[in-house]
């Protein structure tokens, strides 16, 4: 079984910054990607980024593009999401997951593995 453990959630004013940390142990896997994604309240679960282990390429989604930004360390088993401009419709509930397998990069249902979330609250 694969575990991954979020943390560095918190509030925070606008235009502020936080970095996210996610954390994987467990059975060995081949963590083809690791994800980001977020939930807000009576709202879907919605794709944040992305990261490729092998060459490293990112995904962003629009509303967080030059704004946020993957990260991952391998040897530590750790991915980073730095947020910065902080804006209050970033609040939510981030989850770290992760996937064995290319395809949609954004799909949900694509990730076999998450965490258990952190919160995140922009105030205004």
Do not use: H
């Amino acid at each position: 079984q694969v575990l991954l453990a979020e943390s560095g959630g918190g509030l925070v004013q606008a235009g502020g910054s936080l970095r996210l940390s996610c954390v994987a142990s467990g059975r060995a896997f081949s963590r083809y990607a690791m994800g980001w994604f977020r939930q807000a309240p009576g709202k879907e679960r919605e794709f944040v980024a992305a990261i490729f282990w092998s060459g490293g390429s990112t995904y962003y989604a629009d509303s967080v593009k030059g704004r946020f930004t993957i990260s991952g360390d391998n040897a530590k088993n750790t991915v980073y999401l730095q947020m910065n401009s902080l804006k209050p419709e970033d609040t939510a509930v981030y989850y770290c997951a992760s996937r064995d397998y290319s395809g949609n990069y954004a799909a949900v249902s694509q990730y076999a593995y998450w965490g258990q979330g952190t919160q995140v609250t922009v105030s205004s």
